[in-house]
């Protein structure tokens, strides 16, 4: 309307923009460089995160400073060091591979209005700081989506922490949606099932299947975390889309951390025992993971291959996660309409509403102008 004020920058919306729909990718994050400088930061936040490490805080934070920073950075980054690629950590190489797929794919369905953002639960780039760009940029609905096809409160409840914390602050927040996890949704299954025949179709196939899950402490699935049923759900979809029996295919938990009892079977353990049992080749899968990072390249195709090996057995072959994988992408794109479902920035029949009201305008318009005529 000529005269209106338009009071841009206040709130860095404009009534003049259109709204505007983001996906807000968030992954774990990862050191900026593999230097015991670089991993102290990213330690110190990770492991001081109250959803992380559930222990009397003054005396958690006792131990970390007085003991686990000083000893854990300099051996996390001579294992960053095994993998780091000259783009980077491959954890954020492949989030940032990932977001641009699912953003094509995503562009691909609905061309238009839906962004794809990138976020860290620690490190860079903070998931405030990402929504405060998204705000400037006049996003107005919110898809959060966890990079965790299993949910846990240390990983998935820790990101809807970081999201509440930064609604929290906003004058006009925006719109709110989280996926609390995909852990048995067919589209992740039938691709992760599609990586595993392709990569016995490539490499041949090992005498087991090992799915190995990130671990953590028994005690918080007695306390109700969720993620130990939804990893063996995973597991046990996944054992059935390839037709094998639970003796072909194995769960175990990998990466625990500190002297409390995590989840069992631990993946080191498994490993070493099939080795010694006489088993010559098993093929292992992180299904856990969307990405390829340090608990998979590091841990399990080199630290856990060496295990295997020196049990007795001789070749542990790496399935990769599933990455940018067009199954993949599908499946998260897939995941993203289900749970947008009435949001008109991911509705193609929202356009078709839009234009017929466009019509009717101008349908007034001409019918007026006759009439003046
Ligand atoms: C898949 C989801 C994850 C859960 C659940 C999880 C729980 C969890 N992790 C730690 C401690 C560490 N994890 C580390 C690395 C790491 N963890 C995940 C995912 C989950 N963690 C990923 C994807 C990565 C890789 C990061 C990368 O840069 O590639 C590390 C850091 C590395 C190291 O020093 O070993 C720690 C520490 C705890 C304590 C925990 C649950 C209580
Ligand atoms: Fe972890
Ligand atoms: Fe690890």
Redesign the pocket.
Known sequence: MPGTPNYTGLNGHSHDLPAKAAVLLV?????DAPTAAA?RP??AQ??GDPR??EYPRLAWKLILHGIILRI?PK??AH??QR?WTPEG????VGSEALAAALGAELARRRPGPVHVALAMRYGKPAVADVVAKLQREGVRRLLVLPL?P?Y?A??TGSVFDAVADTVKGLRWPPELRQVNDYHDRPGFIAALAESVRAHWAANGRGEKLLMS?????ER?VRNGDP?FCQCHATARLLREALGLSEDEALISFQ?R??RERWLHPYTDETVKALGAKGIKRIDVISP??AVD???TLEEIAMQNADFFREAGGETLSYIPCLNTAPAHVDALADLVLAHAQGWPEFDPAYDAAAEAVKLAAARERARKAGAGA
């Open positions: 992954n774990l994050g990862t050191p991993v990213y330690l990770f492991l992380v490490i854990r051996r996390s294992a960053y993998i950590s491959p954890l954020r965790y299993q846990s240390t990983s899950f990130h671990g953590i402490p918080y993620y990466s951390v500190g856990g993971f990072c340090l608990e």
